[in-house]
């Protein structure tokens, strides 16, 4: 089943037709990719279904030229949302996945996605609109899905603007460090020291040779503090911990998975989980030693990242982050790109609908600004009071 664009060839696959040959034409696609995003890896997806969502049966649609593969989405179908009220196909992103969107071509991103898009309107499917979230939303393929949206007289969508920080190695390195985090890094040194007390306190990064023992020393230090508390660390759930291992060994089967780790002497008290995509790194999961809490294991273990940058990730054009607004690494990642949901209308009447939709919307928050008045006018005075903000959060910890 498949429809053509510019000689474009568009077909719905399912888990059980993803062949060798097509697992190893998606890794050369992702390699390609105009947006690298490691959460749409054969090496990440196929996974996060068999071990995180085994009961999900997914609709990947491949864009190919010839025996070339030019375009690649995996979307679950959705019949109404809040977010769109008719039939849809939602990118699909797992429970552990920071980025969503489609991997394309970097030379056929329009062709691609037009043809994408056109297969998907067909009218014995239904779907009336793609739907993604955590979606790059000024990149080269919200560009192109905006151009879509706009040949059936739409407009798409952009929703939940977030900045994620990101690290660029080649403008990494100890000054980068010195003015991220400015009269703070002398207490981050204080810390190193008072480590030092312990053993000597060494960093590594490893971009091969992954083996068990390094996997399971994360798992063990991922899984303690409020993670264990919880029960939201990889160890919480079999599950969750046979995707880890899963994933990992195939990123590393290509030296694509990125750990680092913290030591002092033989003891590792902190440990990052990375992985690498289409020339980009992604930030996947912190673990530190609870224990050592208060010297701040986490920051000084990504601190060192920071200062290695330039030499263990010279290959890396950008390291994404993971990590939410307002979060520790933002101060020490200063780069920002801005991450969202789109909606893309892809039928006349999924424009209609979306534009009803945000009618109702509009009125709604019309009433409760309209009630939330009324009440403030029509409630007693109170007291002045003072009061402190407290945070529960530990300033001494990573985000992820």
């Given at each position: 089943?498949?429809?053509?664009?510019t000689?474009?060839?568009?077909?719905?696959?399912?888990?059980?037709?993803?062949?060798?040959?097509?697992?190893?034409?998606?890794?050369?696609?992702?390699?390609?990719?105009?947006?690298?995003?490691?959460?749409?890896?054969?090496?990440?997806?196929?996974?996060a279904?068999?071990?995180?969502?085994p009961?999900?049966?997914?609709v990947?649609?491949?864009?190919?030229?010839g025996?070339q593969?030019?375009?690649?989405?995996?979307?679950?179908?959705?019949?109404?949302s809040r977010?769109?009220?008719?039939?849809?196909?939602?990118?699909?992103?797992?429970?552990?996945?920071y980025?969503?969107?489609?991997?394309?071509?970097?030379?056929?991103?329009?062709?691609?996605v037009?043809a994408?898009?056109?297969?998907?309107?067909?009218?014995?499917?239904?779907w009336?609109?793609?739907?993604?979230?955590?979606?790059?939303?000024?990149?080269?393929?919200?560009?192109?899905?905006?151009?879509?949206?706009?040949?059936?007289?739409?407009?798409?969508?952009?929703?939940?603007?977030?900045?994620?920080?990101?690290?660029?190695?080649?403008?990494?390195?100890?000054?980068?460090?010195?003015?991220?985090?400015?009269?703070k890094?002398?207490?981050?040194?204080?810390?190193?020291?008072?480590?030092?007390e312990?053993?000597?306190?060494?960093?590594?990064c490893?971009?091969?040779?992954?083996?068990?023992?390094?996997?399971?020393?994360?798992?063990?230090?991922?899984?303690q503090?409020?993670k264990?508390?919880?029960?939201?660390?990889?160890?919480?759930?079999?599950a969750d911990q046979?995707?880890?291992?899963?994933?990992?060994?195939?990123?590393?089967?290509?030296?694509?998975?990125?750990?680092?780790?913290l030591r002092?002497g033989?003891?590792?008290?902190?440990?990052?989980?990375?992985?690498?995509?289409?020339?980009?790194?992604?930030?996947f999961?912190?673990g530190?030693?609870?224990?050592?809490k208060?010297?701040?294991?986490?920051?000084?273990?990504?601190?060192?990242?920071?200062?290695?940058?330039?030499?263990?990730?010279?290959?890396?054009?950008?390291?994404?982050?993971g990590?939410?607004?307002?979060?520790f690494?933002?101060?020490?990642?200063?780069?920002?790109?801005?991450?969202?949901?789109?909606?893309?209308?892809l039928?006349?009447?999924?424009?209609?609908?979306?534009?009803?939709?945000?009618?109702?919307?509009?009125?709604?928050?019309?009433?409760?600004?309209?009630?939330?008045?009324?009440t403030?006018?029509?409630?007693?005075s109170?007291?002045?009071?003072?009061?402190?903000?407290?945070?529960?959060?530990?300033?001494?910890?990573?985000?992820?």
């Open positions: 089943m498949g429809s053509s664009e000689r474009l060839t568009v077909r719905q696959l399912g888990l059980g037709d993803l062949t060798p040959e097509r697992l190893a034409a998606w890794a050369v696609l992702e390699a390609r990719a105009a947006e690298p995003n490691a959460f749409l890896s054969p090496h990440f997806v196929v996974p279904f068999r071990h995180l969502d009961d999900v049966t997914p990947i649609l491949v864009v190919e030229r025996a593969l030019l375009g690649l989405g995996v979307f679950t179908e959705v019949l109404a977010v769109f009220p008719l039939p849809h196909l939602v990118g699909y992103c797992s429970r552990h996945s980025l969503g969107g489609l991997l394309v071509d970097r030379d056929h991103v329009h062709d691609a037009a994408l898009c056109t297969h998907a309107r067909r009218r014995s499917f239904g009336q609109a793609l739907v993604f979230s955590r979606i790059r939303t000024d990149g080269p393929i919200a560009s192109a899905l905006e151009q879509r949206a706009r040949s059936v007289g739409a407009t798409m969508q952009r929703t939940s603007p977030k900045e994620r920080a990101i690290l660029v190695p080649g403008e990494a390195g100890p000054d980068a460090l010195k003015a991220a985090l400015g009269k890094l002398n207490e981050i040194q204080r810390c190193k020291r008072r480590l030092a312990g053993g000597e306190v060494t960093w590594r490893l971009r091969s040779g992954v083996n068990e023992k390094v996997v399971d020393t994360f798992l063990r230090l991922e899984d503090g409020w264990a508390e919880e029960k939201t660390s990889l160890r919480s759930t079999p046979a995707f880890f291992h899963d994933a990992v060994a195939r990123f590393d089967g290509e030296s694509r998975a990125l750990f680092t780790e002092v033989d003891r590792v008290i902190a440990s990052t989980s990375n992985f690498v995509s289409g020339g980009a790194g992604f930030a999961k912190v530190w030693d609870f224990e050592l208060k010297l701040g294991p986490g920051i000084l273990n990504e601190s060192e990242l920071v200062r290695a940058a330039p030499e263990v990730c010279a290959d890396l054009a950008w390291f994404d982050s990590a939410q607004p307002d979060s690494i933002d101060k020490l990642w200063p780069e920002r790109r801005e991450l969202g949901t789109l909606v893309v209308p039928t006349r009447a999924g424009a209609a609908s979306l534009r009803l939709l945000g009618g109702l919307r509009r009125v709604a928050q019309a009433a409760k600004r309209l009630r939330a008045s009324t403030a006018r029509s409630a007693p109170a007291p002045a009071t003072s009061a402190s903000a407290s945070s529960s959060n530990d300033p001494q910890a990573p985000d992820r």
